[in-house]
């Protein structure tokens, strides 16, 4: 990825953020952590993070950070035993904000983005999950449908 078009991508910014607050705050909260106006401090980290892998040289960097955390295959969710890691939804929306926000300026760039921002995803999550309470806890993914279940039922 050429200098030129990360620059472009990171005026993209607040177009990203406004797309992925929006996404996020259509989520169920499932855990304090996990609401959206707690998650928003996150992005101006997380894009940083994304477009200093991306300024690095496109080749290279993706070969590093590939090295450094295997690429996610299939859903976020299938990271996370128990399902009530709020980075969660906050990663699977911010991939759709990438796609919506900056979809058509990248075009086929896209799949080198998207690869960072999984890898990165990927790393936050294992780690939140590292220090899980309900880890191991029998019932846990019950517990965390039943979460959900209630949050949505707030929600309406």
Known sequence: MTPALVQSLAALCPAIKKEWGQLL???PTITPLGRPDTLMYLMDA???QLFSGLETGSNRSTQQWLRRCTPLIGPVHGY????????LKYFTT????LHAAAGPLLGKELEEVLLLFRALAQQ?????????QHKGVPGCCEMA???AGSSEARAH
Do not use: M, R
């Not at 996370?80 to 709020?86: H, I, S, Y």
């Not at 911010?94 to 904000?97: F, K, M, S, W």
């Open 124 to 132: 936050e999550i294992q780690t939140l999950c590292s220090v899980c």
């Open 25 to 27: 705050h259509g989520e």
């Open 145 to 147: 449908d039943k979460s």
């Open 94 to 97: 911010g991939e759709l904000a």
């Open 46 to 48: 997380t894009l940083a």
């Open 80 to 87: 996370c035993a128990c399902g009530l890691n709020p980075l």
